[in-house]
């Protein structure tokens, strides 16, 4: 560890961008490693051999935020698209649009309601909800009304999650807008769109703007190097994205996570469902939903990205549960968890050289304009910081 000023643990969004600002901005000298063969944590992309469509390994990553300085930094090291995500889901073998728009109400109900007309339906379907719900059902009915609920998320969630609605955060289905007109764009931030040469040349771009400053070391098991980890308890400045609990060897015990498995299928076809992702919210189909990843890049097809337009790449999405040793992939967050993270950030409270951040660090479900805004303030307010009272 000679000549190191700062080890990264993990070279996902978080990672990258902490150690992207120390070279940048401060000038030191930085490792990045990852147990990983590749950078960019879950939001990697890589290009499909057979077919030339990108395809995003550990699911769809769309990139949206409404935050300026998160956009004009991102647009540092690429030029992104104008894509705007839509998402539709099959129920009862009928296709709707979601997120619950005034098109699904209608097309639902097999009416024609004015958006007040719909206020005042949902409304009286949820007139028993609590006013502060207590569990994801209730916020459930409280947002969308008994029958949407049951159609759209209960099953859904039951796939996604393999826990009742009723032992779930309310935070959960807060995600979901709902909208009293024909809007069906999924997000409604301000700034929206894909990596034009994708995430993958994204993340190797911030990493190679750091010139001979940054070093990356992949196929890296930070507890199984003995080295890395005597530069930490050395008192030398650690960024660690990896999950929290491991860091402090499971000492007040695991915490609970959702995984995702992906069955890829090259098929012989030029389209297979005509959108980027279909959901399925009911439970005769065991997988949560198929993202087909050609839709997010047309305007690929006519500039030579695409090997051969006459196939498509679909992964069908199955929810799991998470065991250690898997992919963590979702909080779950239950009472229980969340007594056991105040106890690990208790103790991170004794690591002053330690930051612990991204969505394992801190435990909690990011979007990527998120993690990287969470990164860019830590680089302000903790790390710039630290160097200062270690340089005086």
């Keep these: 560890m000679k000549n190191v000023d700062m080890l990264v643990v993990g070279a996902g969004i978080f990672g990258l961008t902490i150690a992207e600002r120390v070279a940048n901005e401060l000038g030191k000298k930085i490792l990045v490693i990852d147990k990983r063969n590749h950078i960019g944590g879950n939001s990697y992309s890589e290009i499909d051999t057979e077919t030339g469509i990108e395809c995003h390994k550990y699911g769809a990553h769309i990139f949206h935020t409404s935050n300026t300085i998160v956009w004009e930094y991102v647009n540092r090291f690429s030029k992104f698209t104008n894509y ?8 009862n073998n009928e296709v709707f649009s979601l997120p619950i728009n005034l098109g699904t109400i209608n097309q639902f109900f097999r009416a024609n309601f004015t958006p007040d007309e719909a206020k005042k339906l949902i409304a009286n379907q949820a007139k028993d909800a609590p006013e502060v719900p207590k569990n994801l059902k209730e916020q459930g009915i409280k947002l969308i009304g008994q029958s949407l609920f049951e159609a759209f998320v209960m ?34 931030d301000v700034y929206e769109g894909l990596p034009k040469n994708g995430y ?25 190097d003995n080295e890395l980890r005597e530069f930490t308890s050395g ?59 050609k839709h997010f890049h047309p305007e690929r097809t006519s500039n030579g990205y695409s090997k051969d337009s006459r196939k498509t790449v679909i992964y069908k999405e199955f929810s799991k549960e998470w065991k250690k ?25 004794q690591y002053p050289n330690v930051v612990f951040g991204g969505r394992l660090g801190e435990y909690a479900y990011y979007d990527m304009d998120v993690t990287f805004l969470s990164a860019l303030t830590m680089f302000k307010n903790i790390v710039t910081d630290w160097y200062k009272k270690h340089e005086n």
């Excluded at 995500?85 to 099959?90: I, P, W």
């Excluded at 032992?167 to 809007?183: A, F, G, Q, T």
């Excluded at 040793?325 to 409270?349: F, I, M, N, S």
């Design 84 to 91: 705007q995500h839509r998402v539709y889901s099959v129920h």
């Design 155 to 188: 099953n859904y969630t039951a796939k996604q999650w393999q826990t009742s609605a009723e032992e779930l955060s309310p935070d959960i289905i807060k995600r979901l807008p709902v909208r009293y007109n024909y809007n069906n764009r999924y997000f409604s």
């Design 200 to 224: 993958g040349r994204l993340f190797k771009t911030m990493l190679d703007s750091g010139g001979e400053k940054i070093t990356l070391r992949l196929g890296t098991d930070y507890f199984n």
């Design 235 to 293: 008192g030398g400045l650690t960024i660690f994205t990896g999950p929290i609990d491991q860091f402090f060897d499971y000492k007040y015990g695991e915490l609970s996570w959702r995984s995702v498995m992906f069955k890829k299928e090259t098929l012989p076809i030029h389209d297979f469902q005509g959108c980027p992702v279909m959901n399925y919210a009911d439970l005769e189909q065991p997988f949560t939903r198929i993202i087909e990843f």
């Design 325 to 349: 040793g898997e992919e963590p992939y979702y909080p779950v967050g239950t009472r229980d968890d969340q007594e056991k993270l105040k106890k690990y950030q208790q103790l991170a409270k």
